[in-house]
């Protein structure tokens, strides 16, 4: 059903009227999921003509697209897309800033603690002490990543559980804000073996502290880079700071497609969404400004690697996570993280007359507003 954008937008502003609990029959879904399919198909013909106007776009076994250096793409995002996996360790709970792009935003003073002494890893929790006996009894992955919130809360913690894992050869990244680092904090955490840091630029609007701790880390920690969800302000925000971020002799640029769910889709009303193969939510903007990202990079050859870290990318990960975990064919943690689609939150696309439908045909019969009963 290649639905019109004028039918989608009808149908829509109905299903928005709906109340929470009622839940949308067969052919209301097919005329939903058929208004998705066609916003896809023309955002992805949008980033197609974009990406073909980037030379020496890459590939990682067409699992992702990068450009640049492919020496210093992030060991991180191999283990991830080629690996075991990306092993999450959890341990600090709280966060020095609020940024509207956060999946915790607007529960920062609500997520609850890990427990003392103690360290989530597989949705398990351990001991600093426990980790040799983990280590022992299970097949060690080929890399783990330290999320959830900010760690240099509390970073002097994790020096302990970092070592245990660089001796076990296990690759290890951390994710910072980087507003709290400091340089004796940045050489702890290399001397315990951190293979590589990745600080949220986009979280400072590139403040000038954290763009010297960028350069700071490099003494000391063997990959160093940025991963950011790409939005308008990081996009300006790099442009107007680019020759300083670039001297810091970073190694890669992660421009992540940003993803809303409940806690942060408010913070972005009223712009143009599209949902991807039934899965993220995202503005579609953000993968754009990525591709226009990239094209600088190659234009202007700069001397690390531009990773497109989109929502195929995020797909990808799931089939091959569970994948290597054993699972059946075609299993993968890749959803939607709306309990019910928030379809007002699509309107402001259906009315956009920038992205048209790439084709449309009327209604099948029986799927007017007046062939279908409720």
């Known amino acids: 059903m290649k639905i019109s954008k004028k039918d989608a937008r009808m149908w829509f502003e109905f299903f928005a009227a709906l109340p929470e609990e009622e839940l949308l029959g067969p052919k209301q879904q097919e005329i939903a999921y058929a208004a998705f399919a066609q916003i896809e198909v023309a955002v992805d013909a949008r980033n197609e003509a974009l990406m073909a106007q980037i030379g020496q776009l890459q590939s990682l076994e067409g699992r992702t697209l990068f450009v640049g250096n492919a020496e210093k793409f992030p060991k991180g995002c191999r283990s991830c897309l080629l690996g075991t996996g990306l092993s999450a360790i959890r341990k600090t709970n709280k966060c020095n800033i609020a940024c509207k792009f956060c999946y915790n935003y607007g529960e920062l003073e609500d ?150 769910n409940p806690n942060n889709i408010g913070n972005y009303a009223g712009e143009s969404l599209y949902l991807a193969r039934h899965g993220y939510i995202s503005p579609i903007w953000s993968r754009e400004l990525t591709l226009k990202f990239m094209k600088m990079a190659v234009l202007e050859d700069w001397d690390l690697a531009v990773h497109d870290c989109c929502n195929y990318t995020k797909f990808v990960r799931g089939l091959n996570l569970r994948g290597k975990e054993g699972a059946w064919f075609g299993a993968s943690d890749y959803a939607c993280e709306f309990g019910r ?28 507003p007046g062939d279908i009963v409720f």
Not at 162 to 170: C, D, H, P, W
């Open 111 to 260: 997520i609850p603690p890990v427990g003392e002494g103690m360290w989530e890893i597989g949705g398990t929790k351990f001991y600093e002490k426990d980790i040799d006996l983990l280590l022992s009894v299970q097949n060690k992955p080929t890399g783990v990543s330290y999320v959830y919130l900010e760690p240099f809360m509390e970073i002097e913690k994790y020096y302990g559980v970092v070592r245990k894992f660089s001796n076990a050869g296990v690759h290890q990244h951390l994710y910072t804000n980087g507003l709290l680092a400091t340089e004796q904090t940045l050489q702890a955490l290399g001397e315990a073996g951190l293979d590589e840091l990745r600080f949220n630029l986009g979280a400072s609007n590139c403040a000038d502290k954290v763009i010297e701790n960028i350069g700071l880390a490099k003494r000391y920690i063997p990959q160093v880079g940025i991963e950011t969800p790409m939005t308008p302000e990081f996009y300006e925000g790099f442009l107007a700071k680019k020759q300083q971020i670039l001297a810091t002799g970073l190694d890669f640029i992660n421009c992540a497609e940003l993803h809303l």
């Open 341 to 368: 689609l928030p379809y007002a939150a699509f309107l402001p696309v259906l009315k956009d007359d920038s992205l048209p439908f790439l084709s449309e045909e009327p209604l099948p019969a029986g799927y007017g």
